[in-house]
C-alpha cells in the first residue's frame, strides 16, 4: 500500500477509532494537504505558508517527542504564546492517541489521521482532527481545529448565557416581589386590623423618628379620643355593628387630619392623632373638626348619632412621649367627666 492509499484508508472518526482504519468515515479534504505534508517531510519543517495560521495546526517532532519546528496554530493548541523549545518534549501533550501510538508505525508513511486530543492532562484538552506522517526519525503533524465543534460549543455558550440572563432576570422579580412582600409586612406590622389606622407600635415608631435621646425634637401635638357610651352601642345594637362604628370614627378622623398626622388607634374605642407641625391651637382645631363631623355621621345600623369626647395636649420641643399620652388622656377624662362630646385641652402646654 502507497503512503498515499494507507492515509486514504485511515478514518476521520472518533479518536477511538482513529487508529483503526474506518474508511467510510468523512475524509479529509483534496491535494492540498498532500503538497503541504509532502513540502513538509522533504524540508523536514513546516511549510512557510503555514507558519502564522492559528487555525491550522503544524508541527516536526523527533521520535523522542521533541518539537523541532511549529507554527502559531500549535502554539495556539498548547495555549502558550510561542513555539516550545527545542529541548523540551512535547510528547506528553498528546493525550488521545498517545505519542506512543503515533509511533506505532514504525515504517515511513501515514502513522495516524483523526482526531487528536492534545492537553496537559489537568486544565485543558483540545481536539483537533488531522493528520500525523513519519519519514526518517521525523514525525510531521499536520491537523485543523475543528470549526463544526467550536461552533457547536459557541451555540452552547450563546445558550447558557441566554439561560444565565433569564435567571438574572429571575433574580430581579423576585427580588421585586420580595421587596414588596417586606412593605406588605411592615404595613401590617404597623397597622390596626380592623380599622387599617396606624397601631400603637407605628405611634411609637413615629415619636422615634421625630426624636433624639427620647425627647421629642419638635413640638408635638396630641389629640386623644374615644367614642362615647360605646359599651352601650355593643350591648344594644352587637359587636359587629359596633366594629362598623369604630370603623367609621377612624374615617372620620383621617378625613379630618393632614396626611403628616399620625391617626392612631391605641387600643379599643381609644384614638389618638398625633401632629408634629403647628401648635396647640392647631391640635385643638383638628379634635374639633374630627368631634363636630362625628356627631353628623351615621353609622349603618344605629339610630341616631354618637358623639366622642377628646383631651388634647402639646408640648414643644424637649417633650416625653409617653408624658404627653398622659397629659392629653387626663384632659380625655375630663371631658368624659363634663358631660362628653366635647374638647378639653389638658392643663400645661408642656406636661
Ligand atoms: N365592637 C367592638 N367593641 C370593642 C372593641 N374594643 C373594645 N370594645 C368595647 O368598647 C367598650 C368600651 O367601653 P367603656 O370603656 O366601658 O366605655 P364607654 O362605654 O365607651 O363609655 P365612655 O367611654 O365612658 O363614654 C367595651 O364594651 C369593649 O368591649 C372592638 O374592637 N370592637
Redesign the pocket.
Known amino acids: 500500500m502507497s503512503e498515499r492509499e494507507r492515509v486514504d484508508a485511515l478514518s476521520y472518526g472518533s479518536v477511538d477509532d482513529g487508529l483503526a482504519g474506518d474508511a467510510s468515515a468523512s475524509r479529509r479534504e483534496g491535494a492540498d494537504y498532500d503538497m503541504l505534508a509532502e513540502a513538509g517531510l522533504e524540508a523536514e519543517r513546516i511549510p512557510s505558508i503555514l507558519r502564522n495560521l492559528t487555525a491550522v495546526v503544524a508541527a516536526v517532532m523527533d521520535l523522542d517527542g521533541r518539537c523541532l519546528d511549529a507554527n502559531r496554530g500549535f502554539a495556539y493548541l498548547l495555549e502558550s504564546d510561542g513555539p516550545p523549545p527545542p529541548s523540551a518534549s512535547i510528547a506528553p501533550w498528546f493525550q488521545q492517541p498517545g505519542f506512543g501510538a503515533l509511533l506505532a508505525a514504525t515504517a515511513d508513511g501515514a502513522a495516524y489521521a483523526g482526531n487528536l486530543s492534545v492537553g496537559d492532562g489537568a486544565r485543558f484538552a483540545r481536539t483537533v482532527r488531522g493528520e500525523v506522517w513519519r519519514r526518517g526519525g521525523r514525525l510531521l503533524l499536520l491537523a485543523e481545529h475543528d470549526i463544526a465543534d467550536l461552533e457547536r460549543l459557541s451555540a452552547a455558550v450563546t445558550q447558557l448565557n441566554e439561560q444565565l440572563a433569564e435567571a438574572q432576570r429571575e433574580l430581579v422579580r423576585a427580588n421585586r416581589r420580595l421587596r414588596r412582600d417586606k412593605e406588605e409586612i411592615r404595613r401590617l406590622m404597623l397597622a390596626d386590623p380592623?380599622t387599617g389606622v396606624a397601631n400603637r407600635r407605628a405611634l411609637d415608631e413615629r415619636f422615634r423618628e421625630v426624636s433624639a435621646d427620647g425627647k421629642a425634637a419638635v413640638g408635638l401635638g396630641a389629640v386623644v379620643a374615644?367614642?362615647?357610651?360605646?359599651?352601650?352601642v355593643?350591648d344594644t345594637y352587637g359587636?359587629a355593628v359596633?366594629?362598623k362604628a369604630?370603623v367609621t370614627f377612624a374615617a372620620v378622623m383621617r378625613a379630618n387630619t393632614r396626611n403628616d398626622d399620625l391617626v392612631a388607634r391605641l387600643g379599643?374605642?381609644e384614638f389618638c392623632v398625633l401632629l408634629t407641625q403647628g401648635d396647640l391651637d392647631d391640635a385643638v382645631a383638628v379634635a374639633e373638626r374630627i368631634r363636630a363631623a362625628f356627631e353628623r355621621t351615621e353609622i349603618e345600623g344605629v339610630d341616631g348619632r354618637l358623639s366622642a369626647?377628646f383631651g388634647v395636649a402639646y408640648s414643644r420641643a424637649g417633650a416625653d412621649g409617653d408624658d404627653l399620652l398622659r397629659a392629653a388622656d387626663a384632659a380625655l377624662y375630663r371631658a368624659?367627666a363634663a358631660g362628653?362630646n366635647r374638647v378639653i385641652i389638658a392643663d400645661t402646654d408642656q406636661p
Open positions: 380592623l374615644d367614642i362615647d357610651h360605646f359599651k352601650s355593643n359587636h359596633g366594629d369604630l379599643g374605642e369626647s368624659k362628653r
